[in-house]
């Protein structure tokens, strides 16, 4: 027979250096196992490709919870697998508790079941961790647990590290970010949440088709970084020799499939802004964003309503709680000007102030002056009043709305007071939910908009919009009345399944606080 060092698959010490972590003791001793296994049992767990599940233990606990105390439902052979979690071995017999997808379960290993050999096996060989494939009859033990009486099984793939435990192991929130995974195997309320949110963003796509909504996708590269204010990632397309954009938003790109005649348009995906990381800012994460023709900002708050009320009933009721926080999302949501909280919130009606100059003096007084520059308008000011004074007092979902020109590029003029807009942002808990427009579709108006980002870009403002030339090109082919809205999916997701941080909801964290990151 081959030495386990000259097979294929066999760890050798390149491999054995690169396990060498905290827990390297027992990795040293699972290698060392691994090797006996393959040479003095000539089995080699890896090898094994399929094994055929018939049973989750979901599926076999709604079956069999009928079963009594003392009962064996010999009749019924359950062929299922999974991971042990844990193994207590009592000399003849030995119980274990597999865990899959969605359920845990007792096994029940014995050895006048199996037969010396199997036994043997499973107490010389298999570790809490193993991956096995299980064939045996459900039975109800004495003390009343729902266990699988083990005929056979099979060992499907060793693991070379230990569980983590489950209160003694990942304390650490940093350490569970960067090792997900291991988070995943202990934690099943977090195994939970990503189930929640598949069905989040299953109801968003229900939703948008019944109202006969197209799911497309656009561009992640771009060669400029547009659809919102932001600071964007940087990078290179080789090929091409041109510096190039992971995109901020899909907006103009979005926009531009309703000047193509493309009616109702929406996409779902990933966008990246280069900002700071914290408990609701990650920066990679997922919107969802919708364009109808022939709509407005009020159109798109109904649908907002409807898509999050549609999104709660997917996973529970619609009264819910956010850390301690009630909510009802069933009463309609309350809809405000900015300029109404800032006055209820902090006494100044910024319909009386005139001059930049006053507003400034404002702020100051308002204990901002560290907040300000000397250049700032007077709408600029009442928009960081509002983000200063108001945000953080919304608890209720509302709709705040008439937010000034000057901060909003993208967005219609109110005809009756152009110096503001036909623009909402959705709060919830002191937090923004979603952004919504009439969207601009004057060429003119939207050259002088994008005329005065460039300015602010050219003078340092690195979120300032660029100049999209094609866009203007498109939107003079003829944009028709529009009502645009981005939803973030993350954010939805964290207070429909009462989580405290982005990154508890989002697979994706892992990458960006991995260690080399760091």
């Known amino acids: 027979m081959e030495?386990?060092?000259?097979?294929?698959?066999?760890?050798?010490?390149?491999?054995?250096d690169a396990l060498d972590t905290a827990d390297n003791e027992i990795v040293r001793q699972r290698v060392e196992k691994l090797r006996r296994l393959r040479g003095e049992e000539g089995y080699d767990p890896y090898v094994v490709e399929k094994w055929e599940r018939r049973d989750t233990l979901k599926d076999v606990g709604a079956r069999f919870a009928h079963l009594e105390s003392g009962q064996t439902d010999d009749a019924v052979t359950v062929r299922t697998a999974g991971r042990l979690m844990t193994l207590r071995r009592q000399g003849k017999a030995t119980f274990a508790d597999l865990a899959d997808?969605?359920?845990?379960?007792?096994?029940?290993?014995q050895?006048?079941?199996?037969?010396?050999?199997?036994?043997?096996f499973l107490k010389k060989w298999v570790d809490t961790g193993d991956w096995i494939g299980i064939v045996g009859h459900p039975c109800r033990t004495?003390?009343?647990?729902?266990?699988?009486?083990?005929?056979?099984?099979?060992?499907?793939?060793?693991?070379?590290?230990?569980?983590?435990?489950?209160?003694?192991?990942l304390t650490d929130t940093e350490a569970r970010y960067r090792r997900r995974y291991t988070d995943l195997i202990a934690n099943p309320e977090v195994r939970e949440v990503f189930r929640k949110r598949a069905r989040i963003i299953a109801s968003f796509r229900r939703t948008l088709e019944e109202h006969g909504t197209l799911e497309v996708e656009t561009p992640t590269l771009s060669v400029l970084a547009g659809g919102a204010n932001a600071r964007p990632?940087?990078?290179?397309?080789?090929?091409?020799?041109?510096?190039?954009?992971l995109r901020i938003a899909p907006e103009l790109y979005l926009k531009r499939l309703i000047v193509g005649m493309m009616g109702r348009v929406y996409e779902i995906g990933k966008n990246f802004r280069n900002e700071g990381i914290d408990t609701m800012h990650n920066p990679e994460f997922t919107m969802m964003e919708v364009y109808w023709a022939y709509s407005d900002y009020?159109?798109?708050?109904?649908?907002?309503?409807?898509?999050?009320?549609?999104?709660?009933?997917a996973i529970g009721p619609l009264q819910i709680e956010w850390q301690g926080v009630p909510l009802d999302l069933e009463?309609?949501?309350?809809?405000?000007?900015?300029?109404?909280?800032?006055?209820?919130?902090?006494?100044?009606?910024?319909r009386g102030v005139r001059t930049d100059e006053e507003a400034r003096?404002?702020?100051?007084?308002?204990?901002?002056?560290?907040?300000?520059?000397g250049t700032e308008s007077r709408f600029a000011v009442l928009n960081l009043m509002f983000e200063a004074f108001c945000e953080e007092r919304i608890t209720d979902p509302t709709f705040v709305i008439g937010h000034p020109t000057e901060i909003s590029p993208l967005s219609k003029r109110d005809p009756e007071n152009p110096d503001y807009t036909h623009r909402f942002e959705l709060f919830m808990c002191g937090k923004e939910l979603a952004n919504a427009f009439s969207e601009l579709n004057d060429p003119l108006d939207q050259r002088g908009r994008f005329e005065d980002q460039l300015r602010k870009k050219e003078a340092g403002d690195e979120e300032a919009h660029d100049f999209d030339e094609d866009f203007i090109n498109a939107i003079e082919s003829g944009l028709p009345p529009t009502g645009g809205m981005g939803i973030g999916i993350d954010r939805l997701v964290m207070f429909l399944t009462d989580s405290r941080s982005i990154r508890d909801i989002d697979r994706k964290s892992t990458r960006l606080n991995s260690s080399h990151l760091r």
């Open 101 to 109: 997808e969605e359920g845990r379960m007792q096994l029940y290993f």
């Open 3 to 16: 030495s386990s060092t000259e097979r294929p698959g066999a760890v050798g010490a390149e491999q054995l």
């Open 142 to 169: 004495r003390r009343g647990e729902l266990t699988i009486l083990v005929k056979e099984f099979k060992l499907l793939s060793k693991a070379m590290r230990p569980l983590p435990e489950k209160w003694h192991g």
């Open 111 to 120: 050895v006048n079941e199996l037969g010396e050999a199997p036994y043997e």
């Open 233 to 245: 990632f940087k990078t290179f397309h080789n090929a091409l020799g041109l510096p190039m954009f």
């Open 298 to 313: 009020e159109d798109m708050m109904n649908l907002a309503e409807e898509l999050i009320r549609n999104a709660a009933r």
């Open 361 to 373: 003096r404002i702020a100051a007084d308002k204990g901002l002056a560290g907040e300000l520059k």
């Open 331 to 350: 009463k309609p949501f309350r809809r405000v000007t900015m300029l109404d909280m800032v006055r209820d919130h902090t006494g100044v009606d910024f």
